[in-house]
């Protein structure tokens, strides 16, 4: 599905008003809560916003949690998070400083960033998770959506 949330309403791809947001709750983070079972991209204007969007979604929420009680979903936890561990080994192969490692604590949260900012290999591994659902929500300029294309 592809739904634009603008002035705390959403619409569809087509431009038609589909509902209201909650005004009482982050229309962010209920939004991405809703569609959990899908992947999310916040397109944000500035590299600055889209750290600033992550960290917060970090502190509000998190995909992946450690007490999952269905089986099959026991199994989906402990597969996501050998790929979790994979994709933060990636990242510190890439050499170590400090905005590498506050993507690394993102990723343990489903959440992470993707800019101009970052190397080139931190912005591949940042979408090889994202592609294979360790990343669930992207806070990103426009340079992921010039460059990648993901399956809709």
Same mark, same amino acid.
Do not use: W
């Given at each position: 599905?592809?739904?634009?949330?603008?002035?705390?309403?959403?619409?569809?791809?087509?431009?038609?008003?589909?509902?209201?947001?909650?005004?009482?709750?982050?229309?962010?983070?209920?939004?991405?809560?809703?569609?959990?079972?899908?992947?999310?991209?916040?397109?944000?204007?500035?590299? &600055?916003?889209?750290? &600033?969007?992550?960290?917060?979604?970090?502190?509000?929420?998190?995909?992946?949690?450690?007490?999952?009680?269905?089986?099959?979903?026991?199994?989906?936890?402990?597969?996501?998070?050998?790929?979790?561990?994979?994709?933060?080994? &990636?990242?510190?192969?890439?050499?170590?400083?400090?905005?590498?490692?506050?993507?690394?604590?993102?990723?343990?949260?489903?959440?992470?960033?993707?800019?101009?900012?970052?190397?080139?290999?931190?912005?591949?591994?940042?979408?090889?998770?994202? &592609?294979?659902?360790?990343?669930?929500?992207?806070?990103?300029?426009?340079?992921?959506?010039?460059?990648?294309?993901?399956?809709?």
């Amino acid at each position: 599905y592809e739904y634009v949330l603008y002035n705390k309403k959403i619409y569809d791809k087509n431009d038609v008003f589909i509902r209201d947001i909650d005004q009482n709750r982050d229309p962010l983070v209920n939004l991405i809560k809703e569609n959990s079972q899908f992947h999310t991209l916040i397109f944000c204007s500035s590299r &600055k916003l889209c750290e &600033k969007i992550a960290f917060e979604l970090a502190e509000k929420m998190a995909f992946h949690t450690e007490q999952q009680t269905d089986e099959i979903m026991r199994k989906h936890a402990m597969h996501l998070e050998g790929m979790k561990e994979r994709f933060k080994a &990636k990242l510190k192969l890439c050499g170590y400083n400090n905005k590498k490692q506050q993507l690394i604590n993102l990723i343990d949260r489903g959440i992470a960033f993707h800019h101009a900012g970052l190397k080139t290999e931190e912005r591949v591994v940042i979408e090889e998770a994202y &592609k294979c659902g360790v990343v669930k929500a992207l806070a990103c300029t426009t340079t992921l959506s010039a460059g990648v294309n993901f399956p809709v």
